[in-house]
């Protein structure tokens, strides 16, 4: 069975502070893809980033950064000199290559002090 | 590019009645759409996936005769709550996946709609 665990449930930090956001998944496939979703308080999710099982290349955009380690089922975000508006649910998804679905974790509810 | 759209973003209706929400793909074809509830600081569930011209899947659980689901083009599936109630009331997502970028698995999400039910 697939499955996504965020453990986090809420987060607060105060701006200017390195954020980690874990995420572990349960999968038996050898191919498959991970997500990284924002939703803001407005409700649209916003694509950040999208990883196949084959690449386990870190990758930097910016302030965010995406840890991805097979040994440990984890795909792991990094948010660097945090700011107000990253403030919002962030949601780790996995999907089998052959099929559609998407199965989503709990999100992780990330507030950001001034 | 890659845009989805949904109608309305908010609609309050009254308990019995049928709601309808359009999802559209804006700028590419979409042969497959999905919609997802989301209820209150939870997670997005999975409700059906919706393939053009044919019959949806839905998930376990999700009755196919409350929430019936139309792919009758390439640009637009629609989601009818029919007889609704207030535990109907949630925050609907809809999204839908490229044909062109076949392989790649990404789904493009529309805004959501949010349905109140009194």
């Known amino acids: 069975a697939q499955k996504v665990t965020q453990a986090q449930t809420e987060i607060s930090v105060v701006e200017k502070e390195d954020v980690t956001l874990d995420c572990v998944y349960e999968t038996r496939d050898t191919t498959y893809y991970l997500f990284w979703y924002k939703q803001p308080p407005s409700g649209e999710l916003v694509f950040l980033i999208r990883?196949?099982?084959?690449?386990?290349q870190n990758e930097i955009s910016g302030r965010y950064s995406w840890n991805f380690q097979k040994s440990t089922s984890s795909f792991n975000f990094t948010i660097t000199a945090s700011q107000v508006v990253d403030s919002a649910v962030y949601f780790c998804?996995?999907?089998?290559?052959?099929?559609?679905?998407?199965?989503f974790g709990t999100g992780t509810r990330l507030q950001v002090f001034p | 590019g890659a845009v989805v759209s949904q109608h309305p973003s908010r609609v309050i209706c009254k308990s019995g009645t049928s709601v309808k929400i359009e999802c559209r793909s804006l700028d590419f074809q979409a042969t497959t759409m999905f919609w997802y509830r989301q209820f209150p600081k939870q997670s997005l569930m999975l409700m059906a996936t919706s393939n053009e011209g044919s019959k949806a899947t839905y998930e376990q659980g999700v009755e196919k005769d409350k929430f019936l689901i139309n792919h009758a083009s390439l640009t637009l599936s629609t989601l009818t709550v029919t007889s609704a109630h207030p535990e109907d009331s949630s925050f609907y997502i809809c999204?839908?996946?490229?044909?062109?970028?076949?392989?790649?698995?990404?789904?493009?999400f529309g805004p959501g709609t949010r349905l109140t039910v009194l």
């Open positions: 998804a996995l999907n089998q290559y052959n099929t559609d679905k998407l199965i």
């Open positions: 999204s839908a996946r490229d044909h062109r970028l076949a392989g790649i698995n990404e789904q493009f």
């Open positions: 990883r196949n099982s084959f690449d386990e």
